[in-house]
């Protein structure tokens, strides 16, 4: 059965960081890219990182610069380091594996995602 579980949000003022977690119930882990989502309250979920089987990397416009995903294939676990946190980054942030969200085969896989606040 997949299950992603996220964790790490909070609550931090405007140029602080946060370190997210996520963990993978997924067998095929570690040949899977895995990608960050978020949420913001009223606006489309949206790609905020990904990161490939082999540990390559790509970022949203948005965020490059500030945060840096990494994973740990041993630990089924991915994570995001969020550096210089702006109020414009708050919403809840998930993760999935982003060919499945393409597709829509990963809408049964959403997680409960982890609230990120960030204030001015």
């Known amino acids: 059965q997949v299950q992603f579980v996220e964790s790490g949000g909070g609550l931090v003022q405007a140029g602080g960081s946060l370190r997210l977690s996520c963990a993978a119930s997924l067998s095929t882990f570690s040949t899977n890219a895995i990608g960050w989502y978020r949420q913001a309250p009223g606006k489309q979920r949206e790609l905020v990182a990904g990161i490939s089987s082999v540990g390559s990397t790509n970022y949203a416009g948005f965020v490059r610069g500030r945060f840096a995903i990494s994973r740990d294939n041993a630990k089924n676990t991915v994570f995001l380091q969020m550096d210089s946190l702006k109020p414009e980054d708050t919403a809840v942030y998930y993760c999935?594996?982003?060919?499945?969200?393409?597709?829509?085969?990963?809408?049964?896989?959403w997680g409960q995602g982890t609230q990120v606040t960030v204030s001015s």
């Open positions: 999935n594996v982003p060919a499945w969200v393409v597709t829509g085969r990963g809408g049964p896989y």
